[in-house]
């Protein structure tokens, strides 16, 4: 009986493992953007990120022959690399044609931001 319950919770407690999976995330080595879908890794390409003015800018290219739909919001960072209110912004739905190209702008919303990240899901 004692086997029986042990084989079950081990069995139990494995089945569990296999079933999480965490989210794929790429950074860049300026920590600029994170992809958080893994098969949207292999689908898009970041090309630039910037500051320009009172714009964060990002440019997304799709690498695929089809339409893309995806998913953005932005996170804000002052010269301390600490977050600046407000910490993030909404999330702004937007679809890249095939093989496009696409310039996303965002305004600055406080002038103490000197970096920001991008979180791009689907």
Do not use: D
Not at 7 to 20: D, R
Not at 100 to 107: F, G, H, N, P, T
């Amino acid at each position: 009986m004692l086997k029986l319950i042990f084989y079950s919770l081990l069995i139990g407690s494995l089945t569990g493992c296999a079933i999480y999976q965490t989210p794929s995330t790429i950074t860049t080595s300026n920590n600029r953007y994170i992809i958080s879908n893994e098969v949207l890794i292999g689908r898009i390409q970041i090309i630039n990120t910037r500051i320009e003015t009172n714009n964060a800018k990002v440019e997304i290219k799709n690498k695929k022959a089809i339409a893309q739909h995806l998913r953005l919001r932005f996170y804000w960072y002052g010269e301390n690399g600490l977050e600046v209110f407000p910490f993030v912004s909404e999330w702004r739905n937007m679809t890249i044609g095939p093989k496009e190209k696409l310039s996303i702008k965002q305004l600055i919303p406080n002038t103490s931001i000197s970096e920001f990240r991008v979180e791009i899901s689907q």
